[in-house]
Nanobody
Framework: QVQLVESGGGLVQPGGSLRLSCAAP????????IGWFRQAPGKERKAISC????????FFVESVKGRFSGSMNDAKNTVYLQMDSLKPEDTAVYYC????????????????????WGQGTQVTVSS
């Protein structure tokens, strides 16, 4: 059973940075993509980023492109989302989830994920 765990959220001022972590056992062996999603209050959960275990490629939606970056550790069991130049509209609960491909994560309205959604980690951008 795939269960990823997010951490690293917090309160940050506009323009600040945070780095989220996603503990991802089985990445590259059991699944090839890890997507980052966020859900703002009163809104649906949406994918914002994905990293592929095949070649470490990262992909971002337009709203975060140039401000967010992704990486993974050498052991391929932890994935990171570096968030810079944060804006109040980035306030949301952030989740990571395993999936088949980054196309599935970013091009599908309701991407299929392995396992279940975790608790997420709250990111609040406010002065």
């Amino acid at each position: 059973q795939v269960q990823l765990v997010e951490s690293g959220g917090g309160l940050v001022q506009p323009g600040g940075s945070l780095r989220l972590s996603c503990a991802a056992p089985g990445f590259s062996k059991d699944y090839e993509a890890i997507g980052w999603f966020r859900q703002a209050p009163g809104k649906e959960r949406k994918a914002i980023s994905c990293i592929s275990s095949i070649d470490s490629s990262t992909f971002f939606v337009e709203s975060v492109k140039g401000r967010f970056s992704g990486s993974m550790n050498d052991a391929k069991n932890t994935v990171y989302l570096q968030m810079d130049s944060l804006k109040p509209e980035d306030t949301a609960v952030y989740y990571c989830a395993a999936s088949t491909t980054c196309d599935e994560v970013l091009r599908t309205a309701n991407p299929r994920i392995y396992g279940f959604w975790g608790q997420g980690t709250q990111v609040t951008v406010s002065s």
